[in-house]
């Protein structure tokens, strides 16, 4: 299985500001996904991070909100930018691991609460 | 569109007995696979099993195996043995395969074991 270190693990933000959350794969992958689950809800995709190319974003999702990066084949980060309370959730990359769509692991989650 | 639906929204065992999750799905796609996640109180999700559309044998986990009745369109998580750390929320998933597509996730089971 992949391990996946997800930072930060939980944080406070004020409305209006910024936050980038990174996840760090301890082998390479080529997809990285990356969720949203807010409060008592159930998961949803935010975007798919491919190397080398531009994220692919659901409908409802936009890149100038959810900024993502894919530098190389192990790391990646989504930006949730100009936060308001509704943007208080728990944010998850998730990589499928050896290449096998079979097998789909996630980092530890980012709680985010915006005030 | 690929669903997947969990009726159950909250469910209650003793200690040391068997429960059953209710997962129903419904894709269009020949090939898929299914997956089971446990997400604790820290939001962390935690991969426990997996199941592929054209696997013929149901899929075993040391105390979690999985009731696939491919007719009936359902994937059903079965805990043997139930221990107290079992409680946590529990998601039902799929994806069709060949390509990484996204993981569409069920409402969730919240499971409650008690001594």
């Known amino acids: 299985s992949a391990v996946i270190s997800q930072k930060p693990s939980r944080d406070i933000c004020q409305r209006g500001t910024s936050l980038t959350i990174q996840c760090q794969v301890d082998s390479q992958v080529t997809m990285m996904f990356w969720y949203r689950q807010q409060p008592g809800q159930s998961l949803t995709l935010i975007a798919t991070a491919n190397q080398g190319s531009e994220a692919t974003y659901e409908s409802g999702f936009v890149i100038d909100k959810f900024p993502i990066s894919r530098p190389n084949l192990t790391f990646s980060t989504l930006t949730v930018s100009n936060m308001s309370p509704e943007d208080s959730s728990i944010y998850l990359c998730?990589?499928?691991?050896?290449?096998?769509?079979?097998?789909?692991?996630f980092g530890q989650g980012t709680r985010l609460t915006v005030v | 569109a690929q669903k997947i639906t969990q009726t159950q929204p909250g469910m209650f065992v003793q200690e040391k007995e068997a429960v059953t999750l209710d997962c129903t799905y419904d894709?269009?796609?020949?090939?898929?696979?299914l997956f089971w996640y446990k997400q604790p109180s820290s939001g962390e999700m935690i991969f426990l099993i997996y199941?592929?559309?054209?696997?013929?044998q149901n899929a075993t986990e040391g105390r979690y195996s999985l009731n696939f009745q491919k007719a009936r369109k359902s994937a059903n998580l079965v805990i043997s043995a139930s221990q107290l750390g079992d409680s946590a929320m529990y998601f039902c998933?799929?994806?069709?395969?060949?390509?990484?597509?996204?993981?569409?996730f069920g409402t969730g089971t919240r499971l409650l074991v008690s001594p």
């Open positions: 998730s990589v499928d691991s050896r290449g096998f769509d079979t097998e789909a692991f």
């Open positions: 199941q592929g559309s054209y696997d013929q």
């Open positions: 998933a799929m994806r069709d395969l060949g390509g990484f597509q996204k993981l569409v």
């Open positions: 894709t269009s796609d020949p090939s898929y696979g």
